[in-house]
């Protein structure tokens, strides 16, 4: 069966710190692989996805960054935080080119930027 | 740009009584999917509707996407503490097939 790790689950990082949110997947091969952040119970804003390795669409400009360095890895950077960057960022894969293929994600990481 | 609204935004009931969720749009999807999510936790997937007018039920819960694939509603019977949480539809993106737009959210929370 697949699963998906996202770690940590709760961070606390001062402003101007780096960010490194890392998430992996297991049981099942090229992945399509989504960063989200949400607001306190709110909605889902897509932040970056990937298709393959090397291959990131960003959605939103901002102060993040993500990287794909393996097929079943997915990684969300910073290299200065800033106030507004806290959140709940949940990573997510799917089974790709299935137009009504669910997200499976995992279980986000809480970031408060102090 | 497809949006999806979702209303109420937040509700809360007691044990027993029946609710509605509704998901709208100005834009037409292929499909909607319904998800709830727990607090600390990521959405899981309830249940993907295809085909408009369709309605599918699971347990107490009752889905239709609406005719003009436009819209959704969640229905809730005899609602149960265990029901709470955030109730989030979604729709493939239009132009691809690797994205999901996602709803507002609608918190609901049940007490005994």
């Known amino acids: 069966s697949q699963t998906i790790h996202q770690w940590p689950a709760t961070l606390v990082q001062p402003v101007g710190s780096p960010l490194s949110l890392e998430c992996t997947v297991e049981?099942?091969?090229?992945?399509?692989l989504y960063w989200y952040r949400q607001a306190a119970g709110r909605g889902l804003q897509l932040l970056f996805y990937?298709?393959?390795?090397?291959?990131i669409s960003s959605e939103v400009p901002q102060n993040l960054s993500a990287s794909r360095p393996q097929d079943r890895q997915f990684i969300l950077s910073s290299k200065k935080l800033l106030l507004s960057d806290s959140g709940f960022y949940l990573c997510?894969?799917?089974?790709?080119?299935?137009?009504?293929?669910?997200?499976?994600f995992g279980n986000g990481t809480r970031l408060t930027v102090t | 740009t497809q949006l999806l609204e979702q209303s109420p935004q937040f509700l809360s009931i007691q044990e027993g009584e029946n609710l509605t969720v509704y998901c709208n749009s100005s834009?037409?999807?292929?499909?909607l999917q319904w998800y709830r999510q727990e607090p600390g936790e990521g959405p899981v997937l309830l249940v993907t509707?295809?085909?408009?007018?369709e309605v599918k039920k699971l347990k107490r819960l009752t889905f239709q996407f609406g005719d003009a694939r436009k819209d959704s509603s969640l229905h809730i019977t005899a609602a149960q503490p265990g029901d709470t949480g955030l109730y989030l539809c979604?729709?493939?993106?239009?132009?691809?097939?690797?994205?999901?737009?996602f709803g507002t959210g609608t918190r609901l929370q049940v007490t005994l």
């Open positions: 997510a894969w799917s089974y790709p080119g299935q137009l009504s293929s669910p997200l499976h």
């Open positions: 049981g099942t091969s090229n992945p399509n």
């Open positions: 990937s298709v393959g390795i090397g291959q």
């Open positions: 834009s037409v999807f292929s499909s």
């Open positions: 509707v295809v085909t408009g007018g």
């Open positions: 979604a729709g493939p993106t239009t132009g691809t097939a690797s994205k999901l737009t």
